[in-house]
């Protein structure tokens, strides 16, 4: 991107531009309205791009208030964009996979994986229910929102996975000191809405 559309895009509309006018409205409509539909009702409560939203737009189940909240709702996980980042979560989920497969061919003796900003732990959990039975893992999740993990700790129940969840801060040194194992063989982090494994 060019300074000068950078500087075109930061200004501020004009009223009479349709665009301002349509956001304006969409704007309104989602504050009162929409929040008949419990995914923009959690996202206002906790952030659009929270763990907590992202784990609803992955259960992709649509639900809300007043039979319209459900309408609604169906409407807003159906969106490209959610569309996008559901494809994104099983590609992601592969990718974790195959790194784990991998590790584990290399190195012939359990691997521990820590994700030190876990969501919903979604990715690494769908990762290790479809792992050969051979491969053997022992597994921490974490995050600094006990609603998060809360809900990993549901996931692995019903995935009859055996692992550890527990609260933490990815950004605090203080809590990162307090991690057990200190050193994984994976790393995998949803850190700034951008997931990476390393091998270690």
Known sequence: ????????????????????????????LMSTVGRASDGINIGYRYGFDSGVMLEYVYQNKA???????KLIDRAYLDAPGWKGIRNRG???????????????AQKQRPLTIVDLACGGGRYVLNALADLPAHIETKTVLRDY????????????????????????DAFSDFDLEKLVPSNPTLLSSRVCMKSSMMTM
């Not at 060019?2 to 531009?17: D, G, I, N, V, Y």
């Not at 639900?63 to 909240?69: A, D, L, S």
């Open 63 to 69: 639900n809300g208030k007043f039979g319209i909240g």
């Open 1 to 28: 991107m060019t300074t000068t559309t950078f500087e075109t895009l930061s200004k501020p509309l004009p009223l009479w531009c349709p665009k301002k006018i349509y956001y304006g409205i969409t704007k309104v």
């Open 145 to 168: 929102r006990i609603e998060n993990v809360k809900t990993a700790m549901r996931l692995a129940d019903s995935l009859r996975l055996g692992v550890k969840c527990e609260q933490g």
């Open 90 to 104: 099983e590609l992601l989920t592969d990718t974790l996979k195959s790194v784990i497969v991998e590790e584990y």
